[in-house]
C-alpha cells in the first residue's frame, strides 16, 4: 500500500498484479483502491478450474483468480486480464474471450510465451500458430468491449496496419511497445532489464539513474534503432512499426537484436506495399493531432491538462518528428523531471509520430492568466 500510495502521489497510475491466492483479500482489495491504485491485472490462463490450475501448478488457483476478480469489480477497480498464450492455453482463448467480457474488464493483455525461466521451448506456439491467433485476436478487438493487447508478439500491429487500422485496440499509435523500446522492468533486487522477459542486466537503481539507463545504456538505445536489428527483422518494412519480439530473438539465438522465429512475415520487395494497392506510409501528422494529445497529459496537483494551463509554447512537425517546447508551472515543480516524459509518451500516440523532442523553457515564465477561460480553479 505504502509503495501505490508513493506511486500516485509522484503522479504515476500504478498497476498490480498479484498472485491467485488466498492472500488477496476483498479488505486488502479496498486498502489498495484507497491508496491509489489505478488498474488491477489478474492472470487468468485457463478457462476452466482444471486448465488455469493445471497451467499454474497450483490447486484452487482458478477459484482464487475468479474471487479475485469479483471482489475487485464490486470494489470499482478497473481490471486487466493476463493470459499466457502457449500450446496449453491457445484452444482456450475463444471461452476466456467470452469470460473476459463478462467481467467486464478494460483491458485482456495476451503474453505469448517466451521461454525462459520455468517455460519450455516445446510449450511455445510455432510462428504460423502465432500468425493465426494474431488475426484471431485482431478480429475480436474490432468487435469487443474491451481492449486487446499482446506482449512478446509485436507482430500484431503488423496485422492491423495489413487490415488498415494503424492505431490498435487499446488507443496507443500503430507501433509496437517493445523491450526496451517504450517498456523498461526492474526485478525484485534493482536490476534494470529491458523486460522480465530479455533479463539482460543494464544497471541497477540503488546506484544507476533509471532515465539515464533507458535513455543512454547501449543495449536500450540499440533496441531503438530498427536499422540495427538482424535477419528477416531487418529487412521488413514493418520494422520500425513492429521490430519484432527481442526477447524471442535473445531467447533463440542469443542476440537480442536477431531474427525473431516467432514471425511467419516474408518481408516484401522494396517499392511493395503490405496492403494492396495502399501505402504503408501513414497519414501525415498534423498540430491538431498533437494538441489532443497533449491534452491528455494532466498536471498531477492542478488536474488541468498542459494545454489547459498554457504550458505549451509551441510544437513543431517534420515528418515524423515532433518537437515540443513547453514550460511548467515553476522551475522548482514537482514533476520538473516527469513531465517531459509524459508529454513524449502521449505525442509517440499520435499515429505516423516515431520520435518527439520535449524542451522545457521558463522564458518567458507561466503565470495564471495562461490558463484558458473557463478552466482555472480557486
Known amino acids: ?39 488491477l491485472a489478474v492472470s487468468l490462463d485457463g478457462a476452466t478450474a482444471e486448465s488455469h490450475d493445471a497451467f499454474r501448478r497450483v490447486r484452487g488457483s482458478h477459484r482464487h483468480t475468479l474471487r479475485i476478480l469479483a471482489s475487485a469489480r464490486a470494489l470499482g477497480l478497473p481490471l486487466q486480464v493476463n493470459t499466457t498464450v502457449c500450446t496449453q ?23 505469448f510465451l517466451i521461454p525462459i525461466g520455468r517455460a519450455r521451448a516445446d510449450q511455445a506456439l510455432s510462428a504460423a500458430d502465432i500468425e493465426r491467433v494474431l488475426e484471431w485476436a485482431a478480429d475480436l478487438a474490432a468487435r469487443a468491449p474491451y481492449g486487446v493487447k499482446t506482449t512478446e508478439a509485436p507482430q500484431y500491429h503488423r496485422v492491423l496496419a495489413e487490415r488498415g487500422r494503424a492505431p490498435d485496440a487499446v488507443g496507443r499509435a500503430g507501433r509496437a511497445v517493445t523491450d526496451g523500446n517504450g517498456f523498461v522492468f526492474i526485478d525484485h533486487v534493482g536490476n534494470i532489464c529491458p ?8 544497471g541497477n537503481v540503488r ?3 533509471l532515465v539515464s539507463v533507458y535513455r543512454e545504456h547501449p543495449l536500450f538505445t540499440a533496441l531503438r534503432d530498427p536499422a540495427r ?34 514471425c511467419a512475415y516474408e518481408p516484401r520487395a522494396a517499392g511493395a506495399h503490405a496492403i494492396a ?12 493531432q498533437v494538441t489532443r494529445a497533449l491534452g491528455t497529459v494532466l498536471d498531477p496537483e492542478l488536474g488541468l491538462s498542459v494545454v489547459e494551463l498554457g504550458l505549451v509554447y509551441g510544437v513543431r512537425i517534420a515528418g515524423d518528428a515532433v518537437a515540443v517546447t513547453m514550460t511548467l508551472t515553476a522551475p522548482g515543480c514537482p514533476v520538473h523531471d516527469l513531465m517531459p516524459e509524459w508529454v513524449r509518451s502521449a505525442v509517440l500516440r499520435v499515429p505516423g509520430v516515431e520520435h518527439v523532442d520535449v524542451a522545457l523553457t521558463f522564458d518567458p515564465p507561466w503565470t495564471p492568466d495562461r490558463i484558458l477561460p473557463g478552466r482555472g480553479s480557486n
Do not use: I, K, N
Not at 494497392?277 to 491538431?288: F, K, L, M, N, R
Open 207 to 209: 546506484r544507476d539513474d
Open 229 to 262: 536489428l538482424g535477419g528477416r527483422c531487418g529487412r521488413c518494412e514493418y520494422a520500425a512499426r513492429c521490430g519484432g519480439s527481442r526477447a524471442r530473438a535473445f531467447a533463440a539465438t542469443g542476440d537480442p537484436l536477431g531474427e525473431d522465429p516467432g
Open 195 to 202: 523486460s522480465g522477459f530479455l533479463p539482460e542486466v543494464a
Open 1 to 39: 500500500m505504502p509503495l501505490v500510495a508513493h506511486a500516485r502521489a509522484r503522479g504515476l497510475a500504478p498497476s498490480l498484479t498479484p498472485s491467485g491466492t488466498a492472500a488477496v483479500t476483498a479488505e486488502r482489495l479496498r486498502a489498495l483502491r484507497d491508496a491509489g491504485l489505478a488498474r
Open 89 to 111: 492455453t491457445v484452444a482456450d482463448l475463444p471461452a476466456l474471450a467470452r469470460q473476459v467480457e463478462a467481467f467486464g474488464v478494460t483491458l485482456w493483455a495476451l503474453f
Open 277 to 288: 494497392g495502399a501505402s504503408d506510409a501513414p497519414p501525415p501528422v498534423t498540430a491538431e
